[in-house]
């Protein structure tokens, strides 16, 4: 155990964490930190919500000098919400030393970032496509930065922009330090490291799973057509707190928040053709509790700490075992329980054997859930509702009421009709979804190619040669051919509309 104070760190660092309400740090902190500040290339790996944005945040704020008005420090993440939210971080990390951090992404008026970047930010964190932007314009000038941090990096490579994160390095001083960080790091990371590195150390935490312990991980076997009943029935039975399904496709994501709207969750979609507005919107609502569940593709697999999620849902599987790792992710963050469930068609039993074998963790087979389970899964949380009324609330303006009617009615039929009336009881209404084809395994140019999904000439890690990624589905969308331009501004389109 290291406790924050033993790190050697400055006294703003401390007080930040302080504020933080940190005093341990976790394994992947502890390791890195002090490589990190002594200046050292990283490669940090560790299971997904144990604070790598610490990790690398620390080392990274303590080296700025708040008299040098340049950039110094560069984070590149995949999408814009995590660029965001690693913005966040950071200035919560550098209040003690009043450092300026600034999120530059795509989606958002340009121009009131270039003011923003007039503001002299010591820290920039962004996505590969406006950091860019702003290095072309010459509204962004990277002279200055000795620390470049690649979050999620494999992610990045597997969106096709290795060539964007080397045209922004190029403007950076060689004599940098470089960080990258991720809780999967499949063999194609080496190239950056290759690239972009000086003698990395590598330094990964140890655990026998590549998944935390503290998530329940399940998977159903079933039909295409029974995964939207099974997923109600669940929700019914297990009443999540607050939940991501994730679907493959955007229209996927999207049929599937209406059908549970029609149903009566309190759910919302989240995808790359949504404006960044709305992106952000649905996002706050999440995390305020505004809607229960999240329907996502896997733009929210990656990074994103949301706090009160204790299940994820995967309604359609993975396209390759890391995006299961990441997805799952999701909840079970910094020491709390988690559920997740995946939803296997038989013919995706293969991905499910890849993703076991890439996690080394088995997932537990889970029975489809009946009707007759969601009803009383309905009353189970009624009647918690009403045990805890009795034991903790105040009836008195309700007990006259009451012994009217116990005067009038049987005690047991009367405690009936009060959780009948209270029950939420499974809605049968019919919902219309398009019916998904089988996941193909990702390979030779990402989910264009869904024909020959066997899992012989799987790549170890489920990926293709070119390891790209979309998350949608051009097929779905109007606009675009499914065998057209792969160029990476396509790819970032797709990414971030
Ligand atoms: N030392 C610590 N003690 C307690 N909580 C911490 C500590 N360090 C970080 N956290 C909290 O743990 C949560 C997860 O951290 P973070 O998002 O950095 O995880 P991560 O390892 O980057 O996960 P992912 O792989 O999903 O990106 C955050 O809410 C963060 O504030
Ligand atoms: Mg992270």
Do not use: C, W
């Amino acid at each position: 155990m290291t406790l924050f104070s033993e790190l050697g760190l400055d006294s703003s660092t401390m007080k930040s964490i302080e504020k933080m309400g940190f005093e341990e740090a976790t394994p992947i902190q502890a390791q890195t930190i002090p490589l990190g500040l002594e200046g050292k290339d990283l490669i940090g790996q560790a299971q997904t919500g144990t604070g790598k944005t610490v990790a690398f945040g620390i080392p990274l704020m303590e080296k700025i000098d708040l008299k040098d008005e340049n950039v110094q420090g560069i984070i590149i993440a995949p999408t814009r919400e995590l660029a965001i939210q690693v913005s966040e971080e950071l200035f919560k990390i550098g209040y003690g030393k009043r450092a300026r951090v600034l999120a530059v992404y795509g989606g958002q008026d340009i121009d009131r970032q270039i003011r923003a970047l007039k503001k002299k930010p010591h820290i920039i964190v962004g996505t590969p496509g406006r950091l860019l932007d702003h290095i072309k314009r010459k509204t962004l000038r990277l002279g200055g930065v000795s620390t470049v941090v690649l979050d999620e990096a494999d992610e990045m490579l597997n969106m096709g922009f290795i060539e964007d994160i080397e045209s922004i390095l190029s403007t950076v001083p060689e004599e940098r330090q470089t960080l990258l960080f991720s809780a999967t790091m499949p063999e194609p990371i080496r190239k950056i490291a290759e690239r972009f590195m000086k003698d990395p150390t590598i330094v990964r935490v140890k655990t026998k799973e590549m998944t935390v312990s503290n998530i329940e991980q399940y998977y159903l076997e079933l039909r295409e057509g029974e995964k939207f009943e099974s997923l109600a029935r669940l929700f019914d039975i297990q009443t999540p707190e607050l939940a991501i399904v994730f679907g493959r496709t955007k229209r996927r994501v999207d049929e599937l928040s209406s059908a549970l709207n029609l149903r009566g969750y309190m759910a919302e979609g989240i995808h790359g053709d949504l404006s960044q507005a709305k992106r952000l919107s649905v996002l706050k609502k999440f995390k305020e509790g505004n809607i229960d569940v999240l329907v996502a593709t896997d733009v929210a697999a990656r990074g994103l700490d949301i706090s009160g999620v204790t299940h994820v849902y995967n309604f359609d599987i993975p396209q390759d075992p890391e995006s299961y790792v990441h997805r799952i992710g999701r909840t079970g963050r910094a020491g709390k329980h988690g559920v997740a469930i995946t939803f296997v068609t038989p013919r995706e039993r293969g991905q499910l054997q890849a993703v076991e074998h890439t996690t080394k963790k088995r997932m537990e087979r889970m029975k489809t859930p009946t009707l007759t389970e969601a009803l009383e899964g309905q009353q189970k949380a009624v009647s918690e509702k009403i045990i805890n009324a009795v034991e903790n609330e105040d009836l008195s303006l309700y007990l006259p009421q009451a012994e009217e009617l116990l005067q009038k009615h049987n005690a047991v039929d009367l405690v009936a009709a009060v959780l009948k009336s209270m029950t939420k009881e499974p809605d049968t209404t019919p919902v219309k979804l398009t019916e998904e084809s089988p996941m193909p395994m990702r390979r030779g140019g990402g989910d264009r190619n869904r024909s020959g999904s066997g899992s012989n000439n799987r790549s170890r890690n489920g990926r293709g040669p070119t390891g790209r990624k979309d998350y949608g589905n051009k097929r779905n969308n109007n606009n675009r051919k499914p065998g057209g331009n792969r160029g990476s501004s396509q790819r970032r389109e797709q990414y971030n509309k």
